[in-house]
């Protein structure tokens, strides 16, 4: 299930400066709970800079990740929410909602990959996130 996947992990921030820094920040509690190393960060964002805004799954929605040989340790998912959301490259609509993945192999990321999917397949559960304020309301949607 999405909820223990996430855990812990859930952040509601009022700005990041860039989209870079709102990576950055995701990114944190993963690598503080030894998810992911310095060097899968760094990948999520070369990444971005390469290939240009691959993560960006629905309008407002982003869900960084890098390759499992990149530095991720284990895996599991981080949320930010953002009241002022950022513009990714290319792009126009700000992102507000991201869900931070760290995949420890091809397997563990497809199904990741899926729950969270079933999760923002449902128009009236993305909005919701985008109205939530706290945690405990995070969990419930989630749940």
Known sequence: MLKELIADRIQFVDKANSWEEA??????????????QESYLDAMIDGVNE???YMILADGV??????????????GFSFLKLKEGVLFPNTEIPVTLFFTLSASDADSHI???????????DDD???????????????KIIH
Do not use: V
């Open 23 to 36: 990576i950055r920040l995701s990114s944190r509690p993963l690598i503080d709970q030894e998810f992911i």
């Open 111 to 121: 199904e990741a990959i899926m729950k969270l999917a079933s999760i923002l397949g």
């Open 51 to 53: 290939f240009g805004p």
């Open 125 to 139: 559960t993305l909005e919701q996130l985008t109205q939530i304020t706290n945690k405990e309301e995070f969990l």
């Open 62 to 75: 982003a869900m960084p990740h890098a390759r499992p040989e990149d530095g991720a340790i284990k895996t």
